[in-house]
């Protein structure tokens, strides 16, 4: 089974800032890599998927970037709309599997 | 734009049978392009991906191995719907349950999620 690693587990950042989370993998996915977003008491979000691609409607401050075990989701100019849970997840190998997320919290 | 709606009990006795149904609006469950699966989450084991169906000139099932002795999700294609049957579950069974579904054609990422229903394993 493929271990999805995120770091760090918590980032503050201030309203307007930009903020760069990490996801690792135990072994190559290639760009089989998807970012959800999740807030208290919802279902996650598609965010971005084959690590670069915006999912429909997607603002375009939020970009992902990656391939093979590293990679990263950017957000520019951070909202208040985008404090929330973010996870990554393979879909490379069975069974598919998430990182632990990352909570972005207001600083 | 796909809709997943879940409906099912929040609380299961131990040794019994967890049923959960996803019915889905915008799409077919038949679909040849889409996959339709079951997620779960819990503090403990965060989000675990337990298995999916599909059709493609017949049906398919994959499971995880963590479930696969006690896991069935089954098609409904008079109703348009899915479901997840968990046998024999105990406490570490209690998550929030997630039925999401999966577009084969361009990757194989989560686009549409149902709005969750928290199981709890409790006598």
């Known amino acids: 089974e493929i271990v999805m690693t995120q770091s760090p587990a918590t980032l503050s950042v201030s309203p307007g800032e930009g903020a760069t989370l990490s996801c690792r993998a135990s072994?190559?996915?290639?760009?089989?890599l998807a970012w959800y977003q999740q807030k208290p008491g919802q279902a996650p979000r598609l965010l971005i998927y084959?690590?670069?691609t915006r999912a429909t409607g997607l603002p375009a401050r939020f970009s992902g970037s990656g391939s093979g075990t590293e990679f990263t989701l950017t957000i520019s100019s951070l909202q208040s709309e985008d404090f929330a849970v973010y996870y990554c997840?393979?879909?490379?190998?069975?069974?598919?599997?998430f990182g632990q997320g990352t909570k972005l919290e207001i600083k | 734009q796909v809709q997943l709606q879940q409906s099912g009990p929040g609380l299961v006795k131990p040794s019994q049978t967890l049923s959960l149904t996803c019915a889905i609006s915008g799409d077919s469950v038949s679909s040849n392009s889409a996959a339709w699966n079951w997620i779960r989450q819990s503090p403990s084991r965060g989000l675990e991906w337990l298995g999916r169906?599909?059709?493609?000139?017949?049906?398919?099932?994959d499971y995880a191995v963590s479930v696969r002795s006690r896991i069935t999700i089954n098609p409904d294609t008079s109703r348009n719907q899915f479901s997840l049957q968990l046998n024999s579950v105990t406490p570490e069974d209690t998550a929030v349950y997630y039925c999401a579904r999966q577009d084969i054609e361009v990757a194989a990422h989560f686009d549409s999620w149902g709005q969750g229903t928290l199981v709890t394993v409790s006598s």
């Open positions: 169906t599909y059709y493609r000139s017949k049906w398919f099932n």
């Open positions: 997840q393979q879909y490379n190998n069975w069974p598919y599997t």
């Open positions: 072994q190559s996915v290639s760009s089989n």
């Open positions: 084959a690590a670069s």
